[in-house]
């Protein structure tokens, strides 16, 4: 059971059965005098028992109880709605992203670890900022849970390997007390794919909608960009960089792609116009840290390993007319949350002085670790702080007076605090 795609008034519950049939869904405001509401929510073997209810009329800034039920079985949860648009309340998040690489998936001594002290920091929302699951990676090392060491290649192997990570107690936990907004990066479908060309996309696609409780829009029932206001200091921008882009291989250039023209326009339209203190867009791949192969860049990013711009490589004519878009429009209090490079990091960015923006990265939450690397420096960046070697995920507490970001591994330990002040 997990609950997400929260707004004011509005939130979608995400349940899996026991068997084919109806769930009982009871909803009500935690302290609230007013009775509980019911509700029928259909899972059918075709989407493995799972389904999604989108629930209306919620009040804001309130704290809601949910139990889901089958017969005699029942799960609880809670999640808090956003709060009104004009409102300036407080806003804690976590983010990470990266869940059961290079063999470290569920571990059988007490499961995936970092989630505990994730929820014990009591967000108010979790993104899942991509690779959900690994389903092009067989994990079946000694020390795991059996039950993954297979190559999706179908729905039903899609769905188990899903539904394999969604079996860990503490995720299930977190789940269940804090609402999550969740987005794919490659290994949902094939390392470093690109939509267009993949096959394997839509079936891909389709897990993942299966899986977690997004709402698409019902003019275009596969989109999974999307935004969301929580209040008068934040509003989410989250990128989908896999549905829509060129092939890495392409030459750079005006023509090629990672958002597809409508989701440009709907970014750039979205940030310029927003009325919120603090812009955040969500992009499961970094805009300044290389990965993929060196003709073959899969960030933003067509630097080399050293930082230095390669001919033709990555997205950047893309990127930095996104960012020129949003410094001629003065666009202040802009951050960017990625995950992908299997390591934590914060980075200033300050291509075209005065205007910068900041670039904050955190995970893997558990998968081969990484480190930190040359950053573009066509993005005149300073990195204030990175560490590899470490699960980890990232907390940003937004208040009227400043944004904090603290990068925390999967102790709890706080490796590191930045605060920003708003412009």
């Known amino acids: 059971m997990a609950t997400g795609d929260v707004t004011p008034t509005t939130a979608v519950v ?10 009982d869904v009871t909803v009500g405001a935690v302290g609230a005098d007013t009775a509980r509401t019911r509700h029928s929510l259909a899972v059918t073997a075709q989407r ?15 704290r809601y109880a949910l139990r889901v039920s089958q017969g005699e079985a029942a799960v609880d949860a809670a999640f808090v709605t956003a709060p009104a648009p ?3 309340a407080r806003v804690a998040f976590l983010w990470s992203g990266d869940l059961g690489g290079g063999g470290y998936c569920r571990p059988q001594d007490g499961g995936y670890r970092v ?9 108010d929302f979790f993104l899942f900022v991509g690779d959900t699951i690994y389903a092009d990676v067989p994990c079946g090392r000694p020390g795991v849970v059996p039950g993954a060491d297979f190559r999706a290649r179908t729905l039903a192997q899609y769905h188990a390997r899903h539904r394999y990570q969604r079996e860990d107690p503490p995720l299930q936990s977190l789940l269940r007390g804090t609402s999550v907004y969740a987005i794919w990066d490659d290994h949902e479908v094939r390392n470093d794919f690109s939509g267009p060309h993949e096959p394997l996309m839509p079936i891909g696609r389709q897990a993942l909608l299966d899986y977690w409780p997004i709402a698409p829009a019902s003019e275009e029932p596969t989109r999974l960009y999307r935004r969301f ?3 008068r200091l934040l509003e989410l921008f989250i990128l989908d960089t896999r549905q829509y882009r060129s092939l890495n291989t392409d030459t750079d250039g005006p023509g090629k792609t990672m958002l597809g023209a409508a989701q440009k326009r709907w970014l750039v339209e979205g940030v310029t116009s927003s009325t919120a203190v603090w812009k955040i867009v969500v992009t499961s791949v970094s805009l300044s840290i290389p990965t993929g192969r060196p003709q073959a860049r899969d960030s933003w990013t067509g630097a080399s390993g050293f930082g230095l711009p390669m001919d033709g490589a990555g997205f950047v004519a893309e990127r930095d007319a996104i960012l020129e878009h949003f410094r001629k429009h003065d666009v202040k209090n802009l951050v960017f949350v990625a995950a992908d490079v299997h390591h934590a990091e914060v980075i200033r960015h300050e291509p075209t002085p005065p205007w910068s923006f900041h670039e904050l990265v955190a995970g893997p939450l558990s998968a081969t670790t990484g480190r930190p690397r040359p950053l ?10 990175g560490r590899g070697d470490v699960f980890n995920f990232g907390e940003v507490v937004i ?3 400043q944004l904090t970001v603290r990068l925390i591994d999967d102790a709890g330990a706080v490796m590191f605090t930045h605060t920003i002040k708003p412009q």
């Not at 989630?115 to 967000?123: H, L, V, Y």
């Open 115 to 123: 989630f505990r002290p994730m929820q014990e920091r009591r967000a």
């Open 86 to 88: 004009d409102a300036p």
């Open 399 to 401: 208040e009227p007076a």
């Open 229 to 231: 206001r929580w209040g």
């Open 376 to 385: 573009d420096v066509t993005l005149n960046s300073r990195s204030l702080f």
């Open 14 to 23: 995400w349940a899996r059965g026991l068997r084919p049939g109806a769930l």
């Open 48 to 62: 493995d028992l799972t389904g999604t209810l989108t629930l209306g009329g919620l009040a804001p800034a309130t």
